[in-house]
C-alpha cells in the first residue's frame, strides 16, 4: 500500500511537471533568414532589436533566430520562395530583387513620389490595406517600409543631368532602372553583395543607395561623389522592404505567440521602422565624410526639374504595366501621393 501510494504521488508530481513545461520551456523557433550582414545598420538598430523584443515577449516561449549575409544559402532573389515554402520562418528582403513579382508596391519607388521615410512607412500601412492583398496573398505580412532615398554614389561627380549619360549605376529595382535610363544612364539591376566587385572591377560606375549602407558595401572607400538634389525632395526615390513570415508558422503559433508576432507587426513598429531609418543615415554619411577624397554635391534645382520631366516616361511605362494585369496604375500613384501627403504634414 505505501509502495502503490508513492508511485501514485510520484506520477501525480510528473503530471504536474509535464503541465508546466511548456510555459517556461522553449517551443518555437523561428528562422530569419536575410541579405545583409549583421554589422550593418537594419539589423544593428532594426532587425535585431526586433528579435530580441519578440524573444523578450515570448518569456522564452518563442525565440526567433538570425541568419544574415545569406547563411541559410541560396541568394537574396530567392528570399521570396524561401519564405514562402517555409524553406525560412522569416524574411526582410527587397521586392524589387525580383522585378515584376509585386508590381502594387512599385508606386513608392517610383521617382519624386517619396519624401521621407516616416510619411511614407506610414502611407505604406494604408495603402496595403487598401491595395496589396494579391501582392501579400501567399505570405503572413510583418511590415513594408522605406528607406530614407536613394542618392546618386559614383565615381565620377553627378552635377547635371548630362553627366549621367554613358555611366553606368547600379539600382535595386526596376523601377530604378528604369529612371536611370530615362536620365540618359544605363541602369544595373544588381543585389548588396554584388556592389564592391562590380564597383572594383569598373563592371558600374556608381550606385544609386542611401547613406545609411554606404559602409556596408564599402561605397566610402570605391567611390568619391554623393550627390544628393535641391529642393523639397533631396532623393530620387526610395525602395520598399518587405518583412514576411511564411503563413503556414504563423497559422500554428497558439493565440499567445501569435500576439507577440502582431504587438510588433504592422501599424505598431511602423513608427519605429520610419523614425528609424531617418536616423541611421547620420552615422553613415559620417563614415563617408570621414575619408578626405570624398565630395558631397547638390544638384541645382534647374537640373532636378529636367530630371523630373524625364522621368515621366518611367510612369507611362509602369501605367502601361499595370494595365496589363487590369490595376489602375494612375489611381494608385495618386492614392500613395495623397496617403504620402497626408503623414508628412
Do not use: C
Not at 296 to 302: G, M, R
Amino acid at each position: 500500500m505505501v509502495r502503490i501510494r508513492i508511485t501514485a504521488l510520484a506520477a501525480a508530481a510528473l503530471a504536474a511537471i509535464a503541465v508546466s513545461a511548456p510555459v517556461n520551456a522553449q517551443e518555437v523557433t523561428l528562422r530569419l533568414h536575410t541579405f545583409v550582414p549583421p554589422v550593418s545598420n537594419p539589423p544593428k538598430t532594426f532587425l535585431i532589436p526586433w528579435i530580441e523584443r519578440v524573444n523578450k515577449a515570448s518569456n522564452g516561449r518563442m525565440k526567433v533566430q538570425g541568419y544574415w549575409s545569406m547563411q541559410l544559402g541560396g541568394k537574396a532573389p530567392q528570399l521570396l520562395d524561401q519564405v514562402r515554402d517555409g524553406v525560412v520562418d522569416i524574411v526582410w528582403t527587397l521586392p524589387g530583387f525580383t522585378p515584376g513579382r509585386m508590381p502594387r508596391v512599385e508606386p513608392f519607388e517610383l521617382p519624386f513620389v517619396h519624401k521621407d521615410p516616416l510619411s511614407s512607412t506610414l502611407a505604406l500601412q494604408d495603402y496595403q490595406d487598401k491595395y496589396l492583398g494579391p501582392d501579400l496573398k501567399d505570405y503572413h505580412p510583418l511590415l513594408l517600409h522605406v528607406h530614407a532615398g536613394f542618392l546618386f554614389q559614383t565615381k565620377d561627380p553627378i552635377l547635371k543631368m548630362e553627366d549621367l549619360k554613358g555611366k553606368k549605376i547600379r539600382a535595386a529595382s526596376r523601377g530604378g532602372v528604369w529612371l536611370l535610363e530615362a536620365l540618359g544612364a544605363t541602369g544595373v539591376g544588381l543585389p548588396l553583395n554584388e556592389i564592391p566587385p562590380a564597383l572594383s572591377k569598373g563592371v558600374i560606375d556608381g550606385v544609386t543607395l542611401p547613406y545609411e549602407i554606404a559602409p556596408a558595401v564599402k561605397t566610402q572607400d570605391l567611390v568619391s561623389n554623393f550627390s544628393e538634389l535641391a529642393g523639397p525632395q533631396p532623393r530620387l526615390g526610395t525602395n520598399v522592404f518587405t518583412f514576411l513570415m511564411n503563413k503556414d508558422t504563423y497559422a500554428k503559433l497558439p493565440p499567445d505567440l501569435k500576439k507577440v508576432i502582431d504587438d510588433n507587426s504592422g501599424r505598431n513598429i511602423a513608427k519605429w521602422a520610419g523614425e528609424n531609418w531617418a536616423a541611421i543615415e547620420i552615422p553613415g554619411k559620417k563614415v563617408i565624410a570621414s575619408k578626405p577624397k570624398n565630395k558631397f554635391h547638390t544638384i541645382p534645382i534647374e537640373e532636378v526639374n529636367k530630371m523630373k520631366k524625364a522621368a515621366q516616361p518611367v510612369f507611362d511605362r509602369w501605367y502601361a504595366e499595370m494595365k496589363n494585369i487590369g490595376v489602375d496604375g494612375e489611381a494608385m500613384v495618386a492614392d500613395a501621393r495623397a496617403m504620402i501627403d497626408k503623414y508628412s504634414q
